[in-house]
């Protein structure tokens, strides 16, 4: 995997930024063909000005399990955003159409200003990532940027390297991203099955009502869908499908609940064949039911895919 740089480096090979004596280089490719991910969030609309890109507000509106990492605020008698991080270390204010901007209340110089575009705030991504100490990964095969705060540096770290359980919990926390078609689902039900491979966190499927999706995350941090199909229980076979299906053949342990109808999780063990065997049950005791709710560490499962 390829290391994690700064944000000022990583947004110069990304963008092609400005170099050091002020003199534009040529864009590596196009804007259209660059994928902008903040937290492992996809970042659908942004725009281009000066060699700068510059991304909605509200896209900067990010969270993990309900704890927010950056928080953007918009106050529309003063025009003035103000960012800053859940613990709140740095906080950065910066005002519609000014080239100037403040970081901990020390004045900074802008390339582009805050910009009112359709009645949306975009705000420059290279700027706010560094004010905010933000890391930065570019991948100059896919043309795609990776933009993560502190707090999601850790919490990637976890999905990486922890245990096998708080790994699953943060992958599951991940917003889904769709290369191909989405399927949605069909029919009724609250029953879900989440499935994870025999020792490890960072793929997995979900089977939902009559949809399967199989989610890796990739070396951002993002949560890709890379195939989808909807089953059809009177011909068992899958009617339609989306992107490339994985293999099947491989041992695998399953968290099984109905949230938020019930707060009963059962949990087990799947053999190569698709033969479950259930090792236990537990209950949520929050109100959040959200998938990370339905996992817990089964036992004598070390992990394999740590890195």
């Known amino acids: 995997m390829r290391k994690w740089m700064t944000a000022a480096l990583s947004l110069l090979l990304v963008c092609s930024i400005v170099a050091p004596m002020g003199k534009a280089h040529a864009l590596e490719t196009s804007p259209n063909e660059t994928e902008i991910f903040v937290n492992g969030k996809y970042v659908q609309q942004w725009r281009y000005e000066k060699d700068r890109i510059l991304i909605p507000l509200v896209q900067l509106n990010t969270s993990t399990g309900g704890v927010k990492e950056i928080v953007p605020e918009w106050n529309a008698e003063t025009k003035t955003v103000t ?10 204010k910066l005002k519609a159409d000014q080239l100037q901007a403040e970081v901990n209340d020390q004045s900074v110089a802008l390339d582009v200003p805050v910009r009112m575009i359709d009645g949306r705030t975009y705000v420059p991504l290279r700027f706010v990532s560094e004010a905010l100490n933000g890391d930065v990964q570019w991948n100059p095969k896919t043309h795609a940027t990776y933009v993560r ?14 245990e096998l359980d708080a790994a699953r919990k943060e992958v599951l926390s991940l917003p889904w991203y769709f290369p191909n078609k989405e399927l949605a689902v069909q029919s009724e039900g609250f029953s879900k099955i989440i499935t994870f491979p025999e020792g490890e966190a960072l793929r997995y499927y979900i089977l939902y009502r009559d949809v399967k999706s199989y989610i890796e995350v990739d070396a951002g941090g993002v949560a890709v869908v890379k195939w989808q199909g909807r089953f059809n229980y009177q011909t068992n076979k899958y009617a339609e499908e989306q992107g490339a299906k994985p293999a099947v053949d491989e041992r695998s342990v399953f968290f099984r609940h109905a949230f938020p109808v019930a707060d009963i999780v059962n949990y087990g063990r799947m053999d190569i064949k698709g033969v479950s065997s259930d090792l236990g049950s537990f209950t949520v005791k929050n109100n959040s039911f959200s998938d990370a709710d339905a996992i817990t560490a089964i036992p004598n499962e070390p992990r394999i895919d740590g890195k």
């Open 149 to 162: 705060t502190p707090e999601r540096v850790k919490k990637d770290q976890t999905m990486r390297t922890g």
């Open 83 to 92: 960012l800053y991080t859940s613990d709140k270390k740095k906080v950065v």
